[in-house]
């Protein structure tokens, strides 16, 4: 029983941890502004990927709302918080903390459908917001260079950590 509340407390405390570094890079580090309507090109997915590669789907979908979510209403685009918390934890899902590489057959092709995901996920919350289904082809590619920028950045920083070994040094402590 102790091990069990041991292993939840420390999910809770990375997911706190990744929802707090989602926030921090979306809203502060390559934050871009495009578009009209509030959007902005950001690599904080990478940080969701990340995160959903060590922590349980439910921790992992749960840093990728909260940190995802708090981005947009501090970032003055709040309209988006919503849909992001739908979003976000969608692509967290595309990834699996199963194995120890993070550079996996899975978690590679996940970078692909997380941006799917992502891409599509917003141009229907941006259709749905402005009423208009044909206005928000033009945001797409913001979307599209976001998915791309965050899936590069995501597996230069999974090389990383592979190299070191830092996930398996992680569940060995657990």
Request: a positive charge; aromatic letters at 10%.
């Amino acid at each position: 029983m102790r091990e069990h509340s041991h292993e939840k407390m420390k999910n809770l405390t990375l997911s706190a941890m990744f929802a707090a570094v989602i926030l921090l890079t979306i809203v502060y580090l390559f934050h871009i502004p495009v578009g009209t309507a509030g959007g902005y090109i950001h690599f904080g997915d990478t940080f969701i990927y990340l995160a959903a590669c060590f922590l349980p789907v439910p921790y992992a979908c749960g840093a990728a709302a909260i940190g995802g979510g708090l981005a947009d209403v501090m970032s003055g685009a709040a309209i988006w918080a919503i849909p992001t918390m739908i979003i976000k934890p969608l692509t967290a899902l595309c990834f699996t903390s199963r194995r120890t590489q993070l550079l996996n057959r899975r978690n590679l092709f996940g970078t692909v459908l997380a941006g799917l995901i992502s891409v599509g996920g917003y141009y229907l919350a941006e259709a749905v917001l402005v009423g208009n289904w044909t206005a928000p082809i033009l945001t797409i590619w913001g979307n599209v260079v976001q998915a791309i920028g965050s899936g590069i950045l995501f597996i230069v920083l999974g090389l990383a950590v592979d190299r070191t070994g830092l996930k398996r040094k992680l569940l060995e402590q657990g």
